[in-house]
């Protein structure tokens, strides 16, 4: 039959449209990078992303590993796979097969791994615990080889600037994990370490630009690797800091979102109202909530939609991703609460589930326990919301601690110590108060020395509350040596100052004290000394809490068990107190005298202890 005019422009439009499809057609990513056989979930969905991806017929090969269903993006750039992976799947390379009519099939071969070990082995962090957070960027630089990396939007490294690069990195932890050890630390809370390819102010590492790369200035997912098994060696755990609620704006897919409401207000980037308490509230108006959840936390952080179904896979997936990868003792999970309800109770549970024994702490900053035990696993709410969040913040704590230290008290008939004392009271709105994460400040705040007013005795004083009260401590890298952000207040990029003697050419050293005052050394070794103690009496961790109303500036409370019980007393006046025991029987019992955790001394006579001023004493009860 002879070709008419017509057939061939037909087939010629369909040749060109072929040439198109060979040219452009590619795969440029696949989220998750792996996947592991014999999770407790047997499925997994992956984000595949590249140009007119959307257009192809997806198809598995692959025994034991089943396409449930393929979804498109609104983009024609995406394509979510949906894959159910057997019990009896081995590991190995999944083939995965894109076919569109008239064209070459796309190839992609996905990997499946076995695990590096049982979910039962996940084991998170608790009270037995001490965790030091770190600003990686200000820690220690390790390797100056990464301080200038080709292609990053911000490439100067400026030690000068408080807001820029410094150059620390992950290899400059891994040198100096002995010293982190040696002051007691069990775990380590880095803040986060993936790519923020930002203008500028990138080395918080709040502003995501790639879930799944390491950032290039900090080291390579091998270099994390490393640390977690040089920490695993050590017997510490490794928190990783996540954040579902925003990514940076430079984030990779921000010029072609998989669908429209892939973010909040995208058009308007309204800012979040802050209003914490609209969750609780039986008189919140929608819009309130609305604004709360769907508001931006900055202007250059691009608000998540969890509502998204994708979306929310993606991230979950993600976190579970970077457990198995680095084999985590925890996750700290970012703004907690500015994220969708519902993608925060499906996010701690599937986690949970996976790693029972696995520990999620959450960043609820308010200062009313209302407020942040809500979160907490087991609360009990008005509106039947339930989390499986096991830990939270203590800001309530942390705020009495601070106001309690500084003699701020409200009404002039509360004695010292009465904020701190009402604070610990609240506990019984928590589910499980022993699981708190209880602080003197983090990266967020005015360091906990500056907050006191750089008063080194009520310094002291906090260190022996965080150390020796309920919950889990951590503790901002520096204090050990009285780091704080003088002369400024509420300078982020003064309170995440350099940790001296991190860098080459550094005159004061932490890790071998040279050029460190007098002072800096006397609490440093203070410092360690009691938070060692700590990690040896389990007495800390799981005992019992029993605390006696303040009087005369004094505080006194007691851990206890069967085996031992420790008293503390905190003493807030200029002057010593001798201070008459009867009060304290029901818990002192028949003991008979009492060893000073600080410096070994023994008191015979415990009818009266004298507690010098401004000082905590930690006492070890003989019978």
């Not at 928590?430 to 990266?443: E, I, S």
Request: glycine share 8%.
């Amino acid at each position: 039959m002879a070709f008419t005019s017509t057939r061939l422009r037909f087939f010629f439009t369909l040749y060109l449209g072929l040439q198109v499809f060979y040219a452009h057609a590619q795969i440029e990513r696949v989220e998750p990078p792996n996947w592991w056989v014999g999770m407790r979930n047997p499925e997994v969905q992956l984000l595949v992303h590249g140009k007119q991806i959307g257009a192809t017929t997806p198809r598995v090969r692959y025994p034991g590993v089943t396409l449930v269903r393929s979804t498109r993006g609104e983009s024609d750039n995406y394509l979510f796979l949906d894959l159910k992976i057997a019990p009896t799947a081995k590991p190995g390379r999944v083939e995965l097969v894109f076919s569109r009519k008239g064209a070459a099939p796309l190839r992609y071969r996905y990997e499946l791994k076995l695990r590096e070990q049982k979910p039962a082995d996940f084991v998170g962090f608790d009270a037995s615990d001490a965790i030091c957070l770190i600003v990686p960027d200000r820690f220690a630089n390790g390797d100056s080889s990464n301080d200038v990396v080709t292609g990053m939007r911000e490439a100067k490294v400026d030690r000068s600037f408080p807001g820029g690069r410094h150059g620390g990195d992950i290899q400059g932890i891994i040198q100096h994990l002995d010293y982190l050890q040696q002051l007691g630390y069990t775990a380590i809370w880095p803040t986060p370490m993936l790519e923020n390819n930002m203008p500028g102010y990138s080395y918080h590492g709040y502003a995501i630009t790639d879930h799944y790369r390491v950032d290039p200035r900090y080291g390579t997912l091998e270099t994390y690797q490393a640390l977690s098994k040089a920490m695993k060696q050590r017997g510490m755990k490794l928190i990783f800091d996540e954040v579902l609620n925003h990514t940076g704006s430079h984030y990779w897919w921000m010029n072609d979102l998989p669908f429209a409401n892939w973010l909040n207000r995208p058009e308007t980037k309204t800012l979040s109202n802050h209003r914490r308490t609209v969750n609780q509230d039986l008189y919140a108006s929608q819009y309130d909530k609305s604004q709360w959840n769907e508001g931006w936390f900055d202007l250059s952080m691009p608000d998540l939609n969890g509502r998204n179904p994708f979306l929310a896979n993606y991230l979950i997936q993600n976190t579970i991703w970077w457990i198995e990868t680095l084999c985590l003792g925890g996750v700290r999970q970012d703004t907690y609460g500015y994220s969708d309800k519902t993608l925060l109770r499906n996010w701690s549970c599937r986690i949970m589930e996976e790693y029972p024994r696995f520990s999620l702490v959450g960043e609820e900053w308010s200062t009313n326990p209302l407020i942040t035990s809500y979160w907490q696993k087991g609360k009990v709410n008005h509106d039947g919301y339930q989390s499986c969040l096991n830990t939270v913040m203590d800001f309530p704590l942390q705020a009495a601690l601070v106001q309690s230290l500084n003699g701020e008290e409200s009404e002039s008939y509360n004695p010292p110590f009465t904020k701190l004392y009402e604070a610990v009271a609240n506990d019984f709105v928590y589910p499980n108060p022993r699981q708190l994460l209880v602080m003197g400040d983090n990266h967020d705040m005015n360091r906990l020395f500056m907050q006191l007013k750089q008063n080194v005795s009520r310094f002291k004083m906090a260190l022996t509350y965080l150390f020796t009260t309920r919950g889990i401590p951590q503790v901002l890298y520096g204090s050990e040596i009285l780091m704080d952000n003088s002369p400024h207040h509420k300078n982020d990029g003064l309170i995440r100052s350099d940790l001296p003697g991190g860098w080459a050419g550094d005159t004061v050293n932490v890790f071998t004290k040279q050029g460190l005052s007098a002072t800096s050394r006397e609490v440093q070794d203070y410092f360690a000394r009691l938070l060692n103690w700590r990690k040896k009496n389990p007495v800390i961790a799981n005992g019992q809490l029993m605390h006696f109303a303040p009087f005369d500036g004094v505080y006194v409370y007691f851990r206890y068990n069967q085996q031992q019980t420790i008293m503390v007393i905190m003493n807030a006046n200029t002057k010593a107190y001798h201070l008459d025991t009867g009060r304290f029987a029901e818990r002192m019992g028949k003991a008979t005298s009492a060893t000073q955790v600080i410096d070994g001394t023994i008191l015979h006579n415990l009818q009266q202890i004298t507690v010098p001023a401004q000082s905590a004493m930690v006492l070890e009860l003989n019978k």
